[in-house]
């Protein structure tokens, strides 16, 4: 069993929870700066190992990966410092939120042998799984196109304290999922442009950066994609539209995977349609609290994938460098906005000693 130790105790209760009921891990401590959160998980889960400081849980000899649920502004610094005690790393989404530690990070894993996989948990949510399944299989042909978006009405979020920081964007907050869905799909994106704003919504809760984007993408090849985010307003029901949504469109059929609601179609080569949707049973693996704001099924389905790929020696994926591919894509977006013009991914790479290729290696 993979023995594990949770920093953050905010959506880090998703993981204890998914730690806590899978059979492949065990949950050996659960760290959080604030005292009345761990006494609060602790109750919660009958689960008394807890520290308020971060270097007892790197101190401890027994805990072979470390995952983190801090805010992402201190992400890089917390990998950093879990790669320097020896352990594994899970880092939630964002991975960081700039390039500046990012050859650090990528050759801390190297030298220290240890592996850095970061929680993309919409990728080990049942419809995005089924759409990947189905496409490997070659169900739709070759990729033409692929459109993704994640739509939230997230105000709630807005009471955080971190979240009105000049340090939040939504851009790295809530757009790395579907870019992180355009890049499973396309992952040479080569130059990004696009648009967003402040919504009166969000300036009137003092919001700092763009809460509603809107961009395009294209890849070496050649081919396009588009991704789109808004996060302070209403969004339209399930049953009419998607809080998040990707779009395949193949030289063969085309496929479409739908969050919150739980729902895959797919018409395929024979041109016959299918639809697929889930029912209780899969809910209640994905949504174990109040509503559908947390994600302990997708991250116990992530946390069993890493602990049987540190078993055979595989790399579990998105790894430190695909998690960097990401945030590079990322930081192009954030300086298309700012500049109104396209920005090529590699430019933004070499300003920090890194490049595509290298990242493929
Ligand atoms: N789908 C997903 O994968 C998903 C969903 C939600 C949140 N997240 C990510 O999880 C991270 C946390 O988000 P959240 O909503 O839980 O935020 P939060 O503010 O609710 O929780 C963060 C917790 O970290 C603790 N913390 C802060 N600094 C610390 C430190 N130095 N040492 C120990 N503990 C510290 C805080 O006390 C707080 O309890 C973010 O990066 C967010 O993007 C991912």
Excluded at 306 to 315: N, P
Aim: aromatic share 10%.
């Amino acid at each position: 069993m993979l023995k594990i130790g949770i920093l953050g105790l905010g959506e880090g209760r998703s993981t204890m929870s998914a730690a806590l009921q899978s059979d492949k891990l065990e949950l050996k401590m659960v760290c959080d700066r604030s005292l009345e959160t761990c006494k609060h998980r602790a109750k919660e889960f009958d689960f008394h190992q807890y520290t308020t400081e971060y270097q007892d849980m790197l101190n401890d000899a027994e805990i072979d990966l470390i995952a983190i649920y801090t805010p992402d502004y201190l992400h890089a610094e917390h990998v950093k410092q879990a790669l320097l005690a020896g352990k594994h790393v899970v880092c939630t989404k964002p991975f960081i939120d700039d390039l500046s530690q990012a050859s650090e990070l990528i050759q801390l894993s190297e030298t220290t042998g240890k592996a850095v996989f970061i929680g993309q948990s919409s990728r080990f949510f049942e419809p995005a799984k089924r759409q990947r399944k189905d496409f490997e299989a070659g169900l739709i042909g070759e990729l033409i196109t692929i459109e993704a978006q994640y739509h939230a009405d997230h105000r709630w979020f807005l009471e955080k304290p971190w979240a009105l920081e000049q340090a939040f964007k939504w851009l790295y907050g809530g757009l790395s999922h579907p870019v992180d869905f355009i890049r499973w799909y396309l992952p040479d994106v080569e130059e990004v442009m696009g648009y967003g704003m402040i919504s009166s919504n969000g300036k009137n809760a003092g919001l700092k950066n763009e809460d509603t984007m809107h961009f395009i993408f294209k890849a070496a090849d050649g081919r396009i994609a588009r991704v789109s985010g808004c996060y302070t307003g209403p969004t339209q029901p399930a049953y009419r539209d998607s809080g998040m949504s990707t779009i395949l469109r193949g030289t063969e059929g085309a496929s479409q995977a739908d969050y919150h609601e739980l729902r895959y179609a797919v018409t395929d080569k024979t041109s016959e349609e299918k639809i697929v949707v889930w029912g209780d049973s899969t809910l209640k693996h994905y949504f174990r609290f109040e509503g559908q704001s947390h994600h302990a099924g997708e991250y116990q389905n992530y946390l069993e994938y890493v602990a049987d790929c540190l078993e055979s020696g595989r790399t579990a994926y998105p790894d430190v460098k695909e998690g960097v591919g990401t945030v590079a894509l990322l930081q192009a977006m954030d300086r298309s906005l700012k500049t109104g013009m396209p920005v090529k991914v590699n430019d933004i790479l070499n300003e920090y000693g890194l490049s595509r290729e290298a990242l493929k290696a």
